[in-house]
């Protein structure tokens, strides 16, 4: 992550860069909950007349991340390279702790325990320190109405949790995968979905479609996958909406479709021109 930022820090002198701020809230049925997170930060274009098809929203975001949930907070900065406009490269590393709260780390002996809700009650629970450092990747293309995009990611995770948590194997709220105290992870999602303009002048649009999920533990072998269909709606360009429900095709706990992991989230974006 460093290297990235060293390698970065000389040509983003020269850069026009231009402060951002974003803001989420965001609520869901299983796992987190809820989750208020601020992305403060600098982002500047890179090359490319506005108006062209393929470089007018070239950019380097360079933003520290801020996110707090029931389970634990999370702070470290993250850095977002777009050369093309169909591809999205990023970094981050992000510094935990666990509050020892309902759903915060949970130690197991055996990588292939059933961690139902009655395994989560009984297993001993509390606070700790870790870390997760990821990098992403983002493709997406646009036909007509019609928008695709596909995002993949790999992850390491580290904790210490206090010592009254037994077990060398926890279950991690955010990836909701089962992992090692040192373990690392890889994610993939797609989505397709059809885009109808309200008002393109003030930004509001309705996007429909359905969206693939899924993620892997590399040391535990734990895994999900769901599929399912999601709305987007932005009321203009600072506020939008999102609803994902999604049937389980793969999990160690929802073993059928149905009930489906429900998703929401409310999110309000502030830039430079809303200061004030």
């Known amino acids: 992550m460093w290297t990235v930022l060293s ?4 040509p983003a002198q020269a850069l026009d860069f231009d402060p951002m701020l974003r803001a989420d809230l965001a609520a869901s049925y299983w796992d987190e909950g809820a989750k208020v997170a601020a992305y403060p930060g600098l982002q500047a274009h890179l090359w490319g007349a506005e108006d062209s098809v393929l470089f007018g929203s070239t950019f380097l975001r360079l933003e520290g991340v801020a996110s707090v949930t029931p389970s634990y907070a999370r702070l470290g900065p993250r850095v977002t390279f ?6 999205e490269l990023s970094a981050h590393y992000l510094g935990s702790a666990y509050f020892g709260t309902f759903s915060s780390i949970k130690g197991f002996d055996d990588p292939a325990v059933v961690y139902d809700d009655d395994a ?4 001993v629970r509390g606070p700790g320190l870790g870390s997760v450092w990821g990098v992403e990747a983002t493709l997406q293309a646009k036909v ?4 695709v995009a596909s995002f993949g990611d790999l992850k390491g995770w580290d904790v210490w949790p206090a010592d009254r948590v037994v077990g060398e194997y926890w279950w991690e709220p955010e990836s909701e995968l089962l992992l090692s105290r040192h373990d690392h992870t890889w994610g993939l999602n797609g989505v397709l979905l059809y885009e109808h303009v309200f008002d393109e002048e003030r930004g509001r649009k309705l996007y429909a479609g359905a969206m693939y999920s899924q993620a892997q533990s590399l040391d535990t072998k734990d895994a999900w996958r769901r599929v399912g269909p999601m709305v987007n709606f932005s009321l203009d360009r600072r506020w939008s909406f999102l609803l994902l429900t999604q049937a389980y095709v793969e999990d160690r706990i929802y073993t059928t479709p149905l009930p489906p992991y429900v998703g929401m989230r409310v999110r309000r974006t502030w830039q430079r021109a809303d200061a004030g």
């Open 7 to 10: 390698l970065l820090a000389g």
């Open 82 to 87: 777009s050369p093309i406009a169909v591809m």
């Open 120 to 123: 989560l009650d009984a297993s």
């Open 144 to 147: 007509g109405p019609v928008v």
